[in-house]
């Protein structure tokens, strides 16, 4: 028996050491090329759930991992069965919708599938027009309307039969179909950057309609260089100061065909937010000004189409802000949220106009960051209320009484209750973790995990967690938050790296953001400290410092970044020789201004997308910067103006499809840089458009020119 014991233990100590050494040798081998291979280390991510009218279950398209495609998954709700219900050769799942309790409609290729979830049967059920998108069913559950080509069209589920709705759609002037801009001239579907699409009332009678019509906006070239000869390939796209597209709300007669245009002022200088309908018919429109300065709740009674206002709230100082409304379960109140206090909050008011100030709901100690949602008694909303760096879900009873915290899991939760409000699906990522569904009981708060999405390559791994401490700023009184990600085992004595970035607003936060995630843990495994900052503009500290950024693009919270930077010079372990800084859009808008305005207070930066220049800046960005007209001194604010400033090392990244920062304003800028006599380097990509860290091959081909520019001017103490 010793000889058992003593041979026992010896395998196990000799199993252990080659399993730590295996684990080792793995963390060793991380390589931009393990980040960006196909298929993905963190996997498919889940869908937005859509729950069953009855409450019972929820589906949601997902693919195991490893595995292609997006299939249909259908899983109780409590968690305790989920499956797998679509056919395995069918293609990937698009859109989900409920008919009754028991059956889903989907979208997958040009077919309409039918699911029943008693029997578990899965089969195509009629053919749709060629990329259709945006499904939703009708209150009777006998038809599904859906968008094609910027029309609605209607599917008869009996008779499998199409009908064309509307002949609203223009195609787009873009021949190259990617990037923002390369919209359809006029079409039913949101704005460049938000809005809703359509909404059935409840009768099914008629449907509510958002007509986006482009015609009027600037015609520009985005020059297309892999066409066969030169593209020109013009979109609309307009500048602060110019026509915006012009957004109508509409209501369709779905018997007739017959729209009628509901009279909402100015629908070129107004984006809206959303529309939705009260249980008895009437339909609420929430509009907003391009400049955010005005917000308007309309109310339509039942069966007309004259647009009344309830409630206007006009601010100056406001900015770029979150907005959202929906219809309490009396039908005679609204509630939405708004910017009125300090904090961001959910308010209601009277659907009639009365003369009521809007009354406070949720707890105006912390930021309310999402849309309200209702649900059987009560009001779902996301908040900050834990701290700054953290998104949970709330519960208030429409009761009345204190607002419950449902979700417990630190990080990002994004929830969807059950219509009947005693469940919660939530999506969760945190800093070492990607987006995973979860359910809970709407008031015990105890979650199941129900999707398990990254490889194990990802999960055999380990991964850095980040600290989030808080300093003085050195031009203010306000207090700085960040994120901070350390190398492990860090020598005593040593001093290391530090790469701000990905700089933007509202950063420093528990969550997983994608290929930034990714590219940040390699870059810690490369011994880098990484900090993130949540400069000007940010939520979570009050209206004040959040509203500083107005007119104030790369002005104060370019001193934030000082601050951050006297702050981690402070510590032992940081090298002040060796500090750099990255991001991408009004991030790389950052690095380049950070880099021109206060020479010597970064040695490196990588401008991805940078927005240098206000007078190419797009028609939502007079939310922050106003117009030539009423704010010529911001326009003024070119980064070329300041090119002689340069001193550091200084990377550009673009894409020349990028249709939100036209590649034209760097390319200007790198014109100016050379007359100049400065030296920098620049990386493009033929195709890549705005969201180039989200492009399969431009992704590894970018990221691997960051990182090799940080290594060669950082990773080694000059000499």
């Known amino acids: 028996m010793q000889q058992i014991s003593f041979w026992r233990i010896w395998f196990m100590v000799g199993f252990l050491i080659a399993i730590s050494t295996s684990l080792q040798a793995q963390e060793a081998e991380l390589t931009l090329d393990d980040l960006f291979a196909r298929p993905k280390l963190t996997g498919t991510s889940p869908s937005q759930p859509v729950w069953a009218p009855n409450s019972e279950h929820f589906a949601f398209s997902w693919s195991e991992p490893g595995n292609s495609g997006r299939g249909l998954w259908i899983s109780s709700n409590d968690g305790e069965e989920i499956r797998l219900f679509s056919n395995t050769k069918s293609p990937s799942v698009r859109d989900i919708a409920w008919t009754d309790a028991n059956t889903i409609l989907s979208l997958r290729g040009d077919q309409l599938w039918q699911t029943s979830v008693s029997e578990g049967v899965d089969l195509q059920l009629m053919p749709v027009e060629a990329g259709a998108s945006n499904l939703s069913i009708s209150p009777s559950g006998k038809q599904a309307a859906y968008i094609q080509n910027g029309d609605l069209w209607l599917a008869d589920l009996s008779s499998k039969q199409n009908r064309q709705l509307t002949e ?133 009674s039942p069966g007309e189409s004259q647009v009344k206002e309830i409630w206007r709230g006009v601010r100056e100082s406001r900015m770029y802000t979150s907005f959202g409304s929906s219809w309490h379960p009396d039908g005679q109140q609204v509630v939405f949220l708004s910017d009125l206090g300090d904090r961001y909050g959910l308010y209601t008011i009277e659907a009639s106009a009365s003369k009521d100030l809007p009354q406070l709901l949720t707890d105006p100690s912390y930021d309310v960051l999402s849309s309200p949602i209702i649900a059987g008694d009560a009001l779902f909303y996301a908040g900050n209320g834990v701290n700054p760096y953290e998104q949970h879900v709330y519960r208030l009873k429409m009761s009345g009484g204190k607002p419950d915290q449902v979700t417990q899991l630190a990080g990002q939760n994004i929830g969807y209750p ?273 969201g180039w860290s989200r492009e399969q091959h431009y992704d590894r081909y970018l990221f691997g020119k960051l990182i090799e520019y940080f290594d060669r001017h950082l990773a080694e103490p000059s000499k």
């Open 168 to 300: 609203i759609g223009i195609a787009p002037l873009s021949s190259l179909p990617k990037g923002r801009y390369s919209r359809a001239e006029r079409e039913i579907g949101p704005g460049i950057w938000s809005g809703p699409t359509y909404k059935w009332s409840p009768d099914g009678k008629t449907i509510a309609i958002h007509v986006v019509d482009r015609r009027e906006m600037r015609k520009v070239p985005f020059p297309d260089y892999l066409d066969a000869e030169t593209n020109p390939n013009e979109v609309r796209r307009s500048y602060p100061g110019d026509p915006n597209e012009i957004r109508m709300v509409a209501l369709l007669d779905v018997a007739s065909g017959n729209i009628r245009y509901l009279d909402l002022p100015d629908p070129h200088a107004n984006q809206v937010i959303d529309f939705n309908w009260s249980p008895d018919g009437a339909l609420l429109v929430d509009i907003a000004s391009d400049t955010a300065v005005e917000r308007k709740l309309f109310v339509v």
């Open 418 to 690: 059950s219509p009947d409000g005693k469940h919660l699906v939530f999506m969760h990522s945190n800093d070492t973790s990607p987006p995973e569904l979860y359910v809970a009981g709407s008031e015990d708060g105890t979650a199941k995990k129900i999707t398990h999405s990254p490889l194990p390559a990802f999960t055999e791994r380990t991964w850095t967690a980040a600290e989030y401490v808080s300093f003085p700023s050195l031009v203010d009184d306000y207090t700085l938050h960040a994120r901070i990600l350390k190398p492990t085992n860090m020598q005593p004595g040593k001093k290391y790296p530090v790469l701000f970035g990905p700089v933007y607003s509202n950063t420093a936060r528990n969550r997983w953001a994608g290929n930034y995630s990714l590219v940040q843990q390699l870059l810690v495994k490369k011994g880098y400290i990484i900090v993130q900052v949540d400069s000007r503009g940010s939520n979570g500290y009050g209206r004040s410092f959040r509203e500083e950024f107005l007119l104030g693009f790369a002005d104060q919270d370019i001193e934030d970044y000082a601050s951050a930077v006297a702050y981690m010079e402070s510590l032992d372990y940081v090298d002040p020789d060796r500090i750099g800084i990255w991001g991408s859009s009004y991030g790389g808008t950052l690095s380049v201004y950070s880099l021109l305005m206060k020479p010597g207070l970064f040695q490196v930066g990588v401008a991805a997308a940078a927005a240098v220049d206000p007078m190419f800046f797009g028609t939502d960005d007079v939310a922050i910067v106003r117009t030539p007209q009423t704010d010529p001194e911001i326009f003024e604010r070119k980064a070329l103006k300041y090119a002689a400033n340069l001193q550091d090392k200084l990377l550009f990244i673009h894409g020349m499809q990028d249709h939100v920062v036209p590649f034209k304003t760097v390319a200007v800028l790198a014109e100016e840089l050379i007359k100049q006599g400065k030296d920098f380097d620049f990386a493009f990509a033929p195709g890549a458009t705005h």
